[in-house]
């Protein structure tokens, strides 16, 4: 597809359903990009498995302070009120449901809701880390990442082949295409770019999609 969304534009448009107040905590990497996109008049704390609370924005490039740092190792500021704890503490915060909300990214995600955002093969990592606590100890994970990978190849699929992450943890996934809900061990389809057909998408999805009456159009500002 030469029509599709950026990775900004779909972080943008997963910050769009993070409630006022909730607590968030963001993936290594593309997810990241969330914490950018509050919508004016909400605040998001956001928690980071390395033991800080309520984090804000990365500093202007040569004003970091090293010692603030979140898991993907780059350099954080601090909010009003934020706390420092030890990285138990961190993960006992995830594994006792004290986080609202998980954003993830991901290899393939599966019509059941299962996640595989890590891999074994030659630029795999060594191990699943973090996230199999964050999939099942969120109140609410979502999964952001382009529709098809590099190649061509869906990433929303029947079945994930890869090392799963998580078993039926995913509850809507935002794609550089559509946003989807898993629902009843299938893809529910929200909204979808204005300039691709049903049947477009799902000839790049490897699952059957459920069609509801009412489809809204995926718009996104340029960000």
């Known amino acids: 597809m030469s029509t599709r969304l950026s990775n900004a534009q779909i972080a943008w448009r997963a910050a769009q359903d993070i409630e006022d107040g909730a607590y968030v905590n963001l993936g290594i990497g593309f997810p990241e990009l969330v914490a950018k996109f509050q919508p004016p008049g909400r605040h998001a704390i956001f928690h980071t498995e390395n033991g800080v609370l309520n984090f804000g924005e990365s500093p202007p490039e040569g004003e970091e302070d090293w010692d603030l740092i979140n898991a993907g190792k ?3 500021t601090l909010k009003p009120g934020a706390a420092f704890f030890h990285h138990a503490d961190s993960f006992a915060m995830v594994r ?3 986080l609202d909300v998980a954003i993830l990214g991901t290899y393939e995600v ?3 809701g299962d996640l595989a955002n890590w891999s074994t093969g030659p ?3 060594p191990a699943v880390g973090g996230a199999m606590d964050l999939v ?3 109140k ?3 999964v952001i990442t382009d529709h098809v990978t590099k190649d061509g190849r869906p990433k ?3 079945r994930c082949s890869l090392p ?3 078993v039926g943890c995913v509850t809507r996934v935002y794609t550089s295409l559509a946003v989807l809900d898993i629902e009843d061990r299938h893809f529910v389809l929200r909204e979808k770019l204005p300039g691709i057909s049903v049947d477009e998408l799902q000839g790049l999805t490897g699952a059957r999609l459920v069609i509801p009456a009412t489809v809204g159009d995926l718009v996104a500002p340029e960000v």
Do not use: N
């Open 123 to 125: 630029r795999g990592v």
């Open 74 to 76: 780059k350099a954080i």
């Open 156 to 158: 929303l699929v029947e």
């Open 140 to 142: 609410r994970v979502a």
């Open 164 to 166: 799963l992450t998580g």
């Open 96 to 98: 006792g449901g004290h």
């Open 110 to 112: 599966a019509e059941t």
């Open 136 to 138: 099942h100890g969120a």
